[in-house]
């Protein structure tokens, strides 16, 4: 089973101000999912990424799948107070289209 | 909204009763997915279903069984639940050929 490692742990900055989190591992990548939970309720899928060097972009949100398919980020320009929550990544593999986690990253957003 | 519902959403119980939690989804997706979720944990994965009465276990299946008679009901059963089990549970669905997953609201459960 595929490692996924996430950093920072933990993220508390002012609204208005950027960020970047990193989702890293060992192994090549089949494919990446970026998910943000919000407090109290599910994990909601945000992207996937497929393609080594692929950039997406989501409104504020800028996800990045690494050249060799090993790491990804996830860029917030000008955060806000609701972009607060545990943002998580995950690899899926081929049997029965399970996915594995990383531990997430925990951000504040301060009004 | 992929419409997944789970229930209870809350429930405590006492250390060695059984507690059977309910996972419901709408649009008969094949595969189904139970994970926990704990502090510094993440999310960990304790069993999955790849259709009616197919389950397989996932990394963390012990104290832990689960059920498919029906394609929009997956169960997941503490035979006798134990305090390492409070935690909260989330029920999963994958849709098509991706590996993207859609999550339910989740069920908090406290063993005392």
């Known amino acids: 089973t595929q490692l996924l490692e996430q950093s920072p742990q933990f993220l508390s900055i002012q609204e208005g101000e950027n960020l970047t989190v990193y989702c890293n591992s060992s192994?090549?990548?089949?494919?990446l999912q970026w998910y943000r939970q919000e407090p109290g309720e599910g994990p909601v899928l945000l992207v996937t990424?497929?393609?080594?060097?692929e950039v997406k972009k989501l409104k504020r949100l800028t996800f990045q799948f690494g050249d060799a398919r090993k790491d990804s980020s996830l860029h917030i320009t000008a955060a806000q107070p609701g972009d607060t929550g545990l943002y998580l990544c995950?690899?899926?593999?081929?049997?029965?289209?399970?996915?594995?986690f990383g531990d997430g990253t925990t951000l504040t957003v301060k009004p | 909204d992929a419409g997944i519902t789970q229930s209870p959403r809350h429930k405590v119980t006492e250390t060695g009763t059984p507690v059977t939690l309910r996972c419901h989804q709408t649009?008969?997706?094949?595969?189904m997915y139970w994970y926990r979720q704990d502090p510094g944990h993440g999310l960990r994965l304790i069993h999955y279903?790849?259709?009616?009465?197919?389950?397989d276990k996932g990394e963390v299946s012990d104290g832990y069984s689960v059920s498919r008679s029906k394609t929009e009901d997956f169960l997941l059963t503490l035979e006798s639940a134990t305090s390492s089990q409070t935690s909260v549970y989330f029920c999963?669905?994958?849709?098509?050929?991706?590996?993207?997953?859609?999550f339910g609201p989740g069920t908090r459960l406290t063993v005392t």
């Open positions: 279903s790849y259709g009616v009465k197919d389950t």
């Open positions: 649009e008969n997706h094949r595969y």
């Open positions: 999963a669905i994958k849709t098509g050929q991706s590996y993207e997953q859609y």
């Open positions: 990424v497929v393609t080594g060097g």
């Open positions: 995950a690899e899926g593999n081929t049997n029965a289209g399970k996915s594995t």
């Open positions: 192994s090549v990548f089949s494919s």
